[in-house]
């Protein structure tokens, strides 16, 4: 019999979803004396390595994953270094996990004398919750995404209402009334072409049908900023709902600040020398990229508005995400004529991010509005300006401009039009003196605080997330106990 809770940690092989699981992992760890194991594939758990101090007692476990038996290239276990095209190949290879996975539950089992306490899984890894079912095991949803995003994307996948508006550009979403008209460029393009019968309807229907029956969500969010995406999963699932976020770590890689350490050294000698809030900040994220034309566009409009900016400029969408960075995807002469006018820095790649927006100088974010990038940028009190590339991201940045009223959105997608004037037009708007810009970094600074509030945790007050934290391990604590006593009974009978 286990002397103590265990806690089983499964998050989806992507940056942005093993970061924030690994968070969680190090919160759990600090606020409770439980056993903990992360598991993920081989490669992605070999770069997890380095995240643990030496003295972390987090179990990393590996599980078998053979991406060319699924049609993916050698050592493909993370889709931020995958082509978009062979996303279907990779979703559907996270499926062949589950047998390992049970047999590593299994192994568990024997060893300790009992199944863990908790499985914590991804939401595309709904299939977990069948396996705690057949051993008892107390199962709990973490999304690392927003609340609302998250809720619209389930709506949508689980509903398709787009087939029943087939002659409308707006729909409603079943179950989430509070989020309004979804506009049809809103929605991913593999979810507008969904007729419930290709792979993705079914892979996403599956697996988010699965996760509504957990017995309980963590959400890597705020309570007071996110309360109508909270309630929705209230309503569709009467499980307890409890918003611990913002869930951080330290996202640096020690290689990869080592590589760009003299880039890194001249953007903040830079950045000293701009005025506060002066800076326009310019990322797609890890895996995410826009065009080569709507990379000329954007270009062309950062110049003509004379703003100063700092842009992580990676390959655009078509060329391999990896390879070296082309002059020609830029304005002839752009990256001179910024750097001999002091306007602007264009960072190959990579940029440390939380720093930069934790500057002084940094003024707002042109983000893709991937979940992360929002909280970090909203943690320092930096507006968004709102380019959402896929996912729910289109609709995290509806929640920011409509909700919060920290985002002013400036163009939509990977494929679409970019015109260089809107571009000038909104940089202007954000971060120049006019009524919707100074009204948007006051918001911003009230989420800040807000933010602040919520992971307070000291003698004269805990704030929203630190007291769900504790419920969420108080009820799984109970739940352990009851199984525990159970268990002892039988075996005095």
């Avoid at 107390?138 to 787009?162: D, E, M, R």
């Avoid at 002091?342 to 002084?360: D, M, N, T, Y």
Wanted: proline residues 6%.
């Amino acid at each position: 019999m286990a002397s103590k809770p265990h806690i089983v940690i499964f998050p989806f092989m992507a940056q942005g979803h093993i970061i924030p699981f690994l968070a969680l992992a190090k919160t759990l760890e600090q606020k409770t004396s439980y056993t903990i194991t992360l598991v993920n594939t081989p490669l992605n758990i070999q770069s997890l390595q380095s995240s643990l101090p030496p003295i972390s007692t987090i179990r990393l476990m590996a599980l078998p994953f053979n991406g060319p038996d699924h049609g993916l290239p050698p050592h493909t276990e993370n889709t931020d270094s995958l082509p978009l095209p062979l996303f279907p190949n990779f979703f559907k290879a996270s499926l062949a996990l589950q047998p390992s996975f049970e047999q590593l539950i299994s192994d568990i089992s024997q060893q300790e004398g009992g199944p863990p306490a908790c499985i914590i899984t991804d939401m595309f890894f709904g299939w977990t919750v069948e396996i705690a079912r057949k051993l008892g095991i107390f199962h709990t949803v973490f999304i690392a995404s927003g609340a609302y995003g998250t809720a619209l994307y389930f709506s949508l996948w689980l509903h398709l209402p787009h087939l029943s508006a087939a002659n409308s550009d707006e729909f409603s979403a079943p179950g989430f009334p509070e989020s309004g008209l979804v506009h049809r460029s809103q929605v991913p393009s593999h979810l507008l072409v969904a007729d419930g019968k290709d792979y993705w309807s079914c892979f996403h229907r599956r697996q988010f049908s699965l996760c509504l029956s957990s017995d309980g969500f963590l959400f890597n969010t705020v309570e007071e900023l996110e309360k109508t995406g909270l309630r929705y999963f209230s309503r569709e699932t009467n499980r307890p709902v409890w918003a611990i976020g913002p869930v951080t770590t330290n996202r640096q890689n020690q290689q990869m600040k080592e590589s760009v350490f003299t880039t890194n050294t001249c953007v903040f000698s830079w950045l000293d020398r701009q005025p506060p809030r002066s800076v326009l900040y310019i990322c797609f994220g890890s895996q995410c990229t826009i065009s080569p034309s709507q990379m000329m566009e954007l270009a062309i409009g950062l110049e003509s508005s004379g703003q100063k900016f700092i842009w992580v400029v990676r390959p655009p969408f078509g060329f391999d995400v990896n390879g070296d960075f082309r002059a020609e995807w830029l304005p002839e002469g752009f990256e001179e004529r910024i750097t001999d006018k002091k306007q602007g820095i264009l960072v190959r790649k990579w940029a440390p991010q939380i720093e930069i927006l934790s500057h002084e100088s940094t003024g707002a974010f042109l983000s893709h509005c991937g979940w992360n990038s929002v909280l970090e940028s909203l943690r320092n009190g930096v507006v968004v300006i709102g380019w959402p590339l896929g996912g729910e991201q289109t609709f995290n940045s509806k929640v920011l401009e409509e909700e919060v009223g920290v985002c002013v959105e400036v163009a939509r997608g990977c494929g679409g039009e970019v015109e260089k004037g809107r571009v000038k037009e909104v940089v202007e708007t954000v971060m120049g003196e006019t009524e919707k810009g100074k009204e948007m970094r006051r918001k911003a600074l009230k989420v800040k605080e807000m933010m602040k509030e919520a992971i307070r945790d000291d003698e004269e007050f805990s704030g929203s997330s630190v007291r769900a934290l504790d419920d969420f391990i108080s009820t799984l604590s109970e739940c352990w106990r009851g199984r525990e006593s159970e268990k002892k009974i039988e075996n005095e009978v």
